[in-house]
């Protein structure tokens, strides 16, 4: 999965006085988080064999699958809310939120060869994604297997979260005009005065908790009218101090959503043929 899909599942709690102390990444949250991304994975599984359709605009039913065609067709970014249980309850997050969204672009005329070529182009993503990417540079590359390094960095509430982190990804054809790929933060960092002489990294286990880990997942399909990309991004973040988590909550959610929105919308903007007038990144986006 490529990194830009969801670098920021950052949560601007510093304007708040809690924000200034660190909050350890407990063992039973990762254990639960790592039960959600496993649970989630066997999902995807059946996904890329064909036990059922590949894209997720494709398991909607048929008539809310006819709106949400004609709104990529306008060129509209449509991002969704997803939740994964543990058989049929909700898997509990102590210490923790588990941020799960999925978004989807139409890339008309665009081949998938195209579409994935220009995803790989990571020592180009501060250009391509500004001002949400700030640095990126591929430490190692073999094949489909990427290993960069990334510096993102989103605002909210006058407040800059700077967010160092190395991402695994792997791409994976599957059959005939389809591609999968699977993006993990190995290694994240904050990073304090970004810039400045007096800049310092924390790891994120030791840190405020903007962001513990995160997870992303593409899936590329090539059809008549274009190139499908969607993106899934799993994220996990500190949980919020009882007596604000009303207020914050929807806060916190808005930032993963509003990431996948804007980095699809690049990429249908960098990739769309010049006679195609449609909507672009800057024109409705949410689900």
Same mark, same amino acid.
């Given at each position: ?59 909607? $039913? ?6 949400? /065609?004609? +709104? @990529? !067709? ?6 969704? &809310?997803? %939740? ?118 924390? $790891? ?6 903007? /962001?513990? +880990? @995160? !997870? ?6 090539? &059809?008549? %009218? ?62």
């Amino acid at each position: 999965m490529t990194p830009v899909r969801m670098p920021l599942a950052i949560v601007c709690l510093s304007a708040l006085p809690f924000a200034s102390l660190a909050l350890e990444l407990k063992p039973v949250t990762l254990a639960a988080f790592d039960r959600y991304v496993q649970l989630s994975e066997k999902r995807m599984d059946d996904e890329i064999r064909g036990a059922s359709p590949f894209l997720w605009i494709d398991r909607q $039913p048929d008539r809310e699958r006819g709106q949400l /065609l004609q +709104r @990529l !067709n306008r060129g509209e970014v449509v991002v969704t &809310r997803l %939740e994964t249980l543990d058989g049929r309850a909700e898997i509990a997050v102590k210490g923790g939120l588990i941020h799960h969204w999925i978004g989807t672009v139409l890339l008309p005329g665009v081949t998938m060869d195209r579409a994935v070529a220009f995803v790989r182009q990571y020592e180009r993503y501060p250009e391509h994604f500004a001002p949400m990417i700030r640095r990126s540079r591929v430490l190692a590359h073999t094949g489909d297997h990427y290993e960069v390094a990334m510096r993102t960095s989103t605002t909210r509430m006058l407040v800059t979260v700077v967010i160092d982190a190395d991402y695994v990804i792997d791409y994976r054809a599957v059959g005939v005009g389809r591609v999968w790929t699977k993006s993990v933060a190995n290694r994240i960092a904050e990073v304090d005065s970004a810039g400045q002489p007096t800049e310092r990294a924390r $790891p994120a286990e030791q840190a405020s908790g903007y /962001l513990w +880990r @995160l !997870n992303n997942y593409c899936a590329f399909e090539q &059809r008549p %009218e274009g190139t499908y990309e969607q993106c899934e991004s799993i994220s996990l973040t500190r949980d919020l101090p009882f007596g604000v988590d009303w207020m914050i909550r929807p806060l916190v959610s808005s930032i993963p959503r509003e990431t996948l929105a804007f980095t699809l919308g690049r990429v249908r903007a960098a990739t769309r043929p010049p006679n195609d007038r449609s909507a672009g990144p800057e024109g409705p986006a949410l689900h």
